[in-house]
């Protein structure tokens, strides 16, 4: 048995504008005649684990598809359109989202892809839904296709509630501040629903790039220190740290040291920027 000890670094591309670094201790190891006995982790640490996983995925997801003028509604009910159950209010939403691609299609749009999240009050049990489409639609559009389909004599459909749309901004961190709100944990219900066609953030491996020493370094400088933003940006000059973090993993005993980073972006007229959008 052969056993190389390599610091592994894991680059996640989120699209154009966005950057996920992971850096960690890997040990290679070469097998002939044994196989190791799988480690039973603990309920408690493997649920945090898959928490922080399943969260991470889904920032990564909506970082990768969608940005700047792209939409974000807020889909509620009124109390005569309110659902029974969680199910029933997600087969309201996806025939809300054929509706949407349906004018897409006629409108000779890109095909539609979104990401909804349905959200389900403690106390008063009201659902609700949040949901990330891609943009060429206006914000009118969308609200108004929020309704039951016309009956007989109706011009249009009785609206199920309030739709609001907004049009999703970047900021220094780009979309990370939203998609991390959204992804907080809905009481133990599958976070998201994303349509088939999203993209993967395509991830890049390296055991080479970054030295033991380097690592040792990174983790016990202060995660704000000026030298661990500066190591990074001279790996990426284009993009700017946004997020050190280091994190001891109790399963494995090593430390990991975490980044994200988002591309350098000119400053703007943030009054002309929302003049422009609240014609759309």
Not at 160 to 189: F, H, I, M, V
Not at 207 to 224: G, I, N
Not at 249 to 266: F, G, P, Q, S
Request: proline content about 4%.
């Amino acid at each position: 048995m052969k056993m190389k000890s390599v610091i592994r670094t894991k680059t996640y591309y989120c699209g154009k504008n966005d950057l996920e670094i992971d850096l960690f201790p890997w040990m290679e190891v070469e097998k002939r005649y044994t196989r190791k006995k799988k480690e039973k982790v603990t309920i408690p640490k493997q649920k945090v684990l898959n928490d922080k996983r399943a969260k991470r995925t889904f920032c990564q997801l909506v970082k990768t598809n969608f940005g700047e003028g792209d939409l974000h509604l807020t889909l509620t009910y009124s109390q005569k359109f309110l659902p029974e159950n969680v199910e029933s209010a997600e087969k309201e939403v996806r025939n809300y989202l054929r509706r949407v691609a349906r004018l897409r299609k006629k409108k000779k749009l890109s095909p539609l892809k979104y990401i909804f999240i349905t959200e389900q009050g403690v106390q008063s049990k009201r659902i609700h839904h949040h949901v990330i489409i891609n943009g060429g639609l206006s914000r009118d559009e969308v609200e108004l296709l929020w309704r039951r389909p016309k009956r007989k004599g109706q011009q249009q459909g009785d609206a199920l509630g309030d739709c609001n749309a907004d049009r999703l901004r970047t900021d220094d961190k780009g979309l990370e501040r939203l998609a991390s709100y959204l992804a907080k944990d809905p009481k133990g219900r599958k976070r998201w629903t994303p349509s088939q066609n999203l993209k993967k953030p395509e991830v890049s491996t390296s055991d080479t790039k970054t030295s033991r020493r380097k690592f040792m370094q990174l983790v016990l400088l202060p995660e704000d220190a000026e030298e661990v933003r500066r190591h990074f940006e001279k790996q990426h000059p284009d993009f700017a740290v946004t997020e050190v973090r280091k994190e001891w993993n109790e399963i494995t005993c090593t430390w990991a040291v975490y980044v994200k980073l988002h591309r350098k972006t000119e400053k703007r007229d943030n009054n002309a920027y929302r003049t422009a959008f609240r014609k759309c």
